[in-house]
């Protein structure tokens, strides 16, 4: 991926101070989106990474990694799949509680959106301290899919939630 990329990605991206709540600063991608050419070369430049690599399906996880994934899953001709806050899917769905900073969240998939012969990338827009990402892993390696990689446009490195992630993780913009 070229620097020049990520140099936009970085200028395009609002800084939005103390939200949801005071110290966080929250990375806002809603003006990356506003960019058409940025947000094509985006989804361009994944796509250049994974065509090739076996992969059947991407895995986005809601709602943020919907906007990157299914774009992606379209230019690749592959599946896409919803990973989605509970109570959302319609059909049936096994699911994984995470643990937040304070108290504890769910994300669920249907049961039957991959599977065993199934090679998977998971998507979202930002990894922070991983819980997110790891819990979507462990719904697609407990319908027995193989997950391949997971990307994120953005990272935040200083909360090192990779090494939550079992497999590799791609990063466009590392924080
Ligand atoms: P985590 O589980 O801590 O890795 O948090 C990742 C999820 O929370 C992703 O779906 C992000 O969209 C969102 N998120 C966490 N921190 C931020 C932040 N500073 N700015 C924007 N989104 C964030």
Not at 46 to 69: D, N, P, Q, W
Request: hydrophobic letters at 45%.
């Amino acid at each position: 991926m070229s620097e020049a990329l990520v140099d936009r990605i970085d200028k395009a991206l609002r800084d939005v101070p103390d939200f949801p709540k005071p110290g966080i600063m929250f990375k806002d991608i809603t003006t990356v989106l506003q960019d058409p050419e940025l947000f094509r070369d985006i989804i361009d430049s994944l796509k250049e990474r994974y065509e090739g690599k076996g992969i059947t399906a991407v895995v986005g996880i809601e709602s943020r990694g919907f906007i990157f994934g299914a774009p992606l899953a379209k230019d690749l001709g592959v599946s896409f799949v919803l990973v989605r806050k509970p109570g959302k899917l319609p059909s049936k769905t096994i699911g994984v509680d995470y643990a937040l900073e304070y108290g504890t969240d769910r994300l669920e998939i249907h049961a039957d959106a991959v599977g065993p012969d199934d090679r998977v990338l998971i998507v979202d827009d930002l990894l922070a301290t991983g819980g997110t990402a790891a819990a979507a892993v462990k719904l697609v390696r407990e319908l027995g899919a193989e997950v391949v990689e997971s990307a994120f446009l953005i990272e935040l490195g200083f909360l090192h939630g990779r090494a939550k992630l079992e497999g590799d993780a791609h990063a466009m913009l590392v924080i």
